[in-house]
């Protein structure tokens, strides 16, 4: 049933992402092995987004996910994040008394890699909208080393995923995800010291995320750059000339235009009009319930998923009562049409 549910759910999400990004792209996705154990380690910006992208474009295998502990509250939503294949990470925040639990977790994380499953998982153990690789937590690498000292001939493969949003909280916004070249977990393991592998481990990891998305140098004021830059009108899903920039600002930077124009502007208040009810449920009660920016998008977007049709097929009902049923699928149709254009297009 588990399986039947996240197949069902998967082209849903997939469909609601590519309606709701103006872009996203997955550029190397074919790094990910399919014949090989494998734990996908993204920069984590953007909360709950970040997982579920990957959940829903995923090829080569349907990844797992290790979740933060206290959303499991049992019940309904338990099996529904079970049906997710997320597992429960315990944190020293969850209660000291929680973490043993974590042994059984990353034992369980090593049968599954021994079988050939994919983990992912957020080496910086936090998100932040911020364009800087954050210092790596030892969490991976005790879950990666743990799978080799069980299964020694496993195969693990480390996957860097460097995550790009264009705005981040905003929308319409746009994304790209690029995956690095797959690095053998056994070459950083000795088996002498666990800090001297792990520090090995999470070095190559972190080199490799500070190249596939935008990374400011430590030895930079963060925001003082992000101000220069940020008058380039820089392309953020294209983070390599970005970084050459950091190093040298004489780098040509690639702009992504900006559409200020009075039409834009115009068109931005007829796709509030036409979408009025939803506009305001979201600013009047969602939108101020949002109590972190990383969460923006994620609220955005689960709003938008369930409302939208809900509003869509209000509208068909209520046209085709009053005015005919012609009407009442082409006003829903075209209601359609004209939010996937001012998305793509805006």
Known sequence: MKELFYGCLKPLIRFGFYCYY????????????????AMLLPNHQNALLDPLIVAALAKARRPYFLTRSDVFTGGFLQNILESLRMIPIYRIRDGRDTLHRNEEIFDRCADLLNQGEHLLLFPEANHNLG?????????????????????????????PVGINFQRGADFPDRVTYRFGHPLPAAAYVKGVDFNEDSKAMKAAVSASLKVLTTHVPED???????????????????????????????????????KKGLL????????????????AIWKVWVKPKVWEPEFMSTFRFGFALITAPIYLILLGVLFGIFTGW??????????????????KLR
């Not at 103006?22 to 154990?37: I, W």
């Not at 220069?228 to 235009?257: C, H, M, Y």
């Not at 829903?332 to 254009?341: R, Y």
């Open 22 to 37: 103006q872009r996203l792209r997955m550029v190397d996705m074919d790094r990910v092995p399919r014949d090989k154990p």
């Open 131 to 159: 364009r800087r690789v954050r210092t790596l937590s030892k969490g991976f690498t005790r879950i990666a080393i743990n799978a080799l000292e069980k299964y020694p001939e496993t195969d693990l493969q480390l996957i």
């Open 220 to 258: 930079q004021d963060y925001e003082q750059t992000m101000e220069r830059l940020g008058g380039l009108q820089p392309d953020f899903s294209n983070p390599d000339p970005i970084n050459a920039w950091f190093e040298n600002p004489d780098t040509a930077v690639p702009k992504l235009p900006l």
């Open 264 to 279: 834009w502007k115009l068109w931005d208040v007829i796709f509030k009009v036409v979408n009025l009810p939803l506009v």
């Open 326 to 343: 012609i009407t009442g699928i082409a006003v829903p149709a075209g209601v359609f049409l004209h939010n996937i254009l001012y998305i």
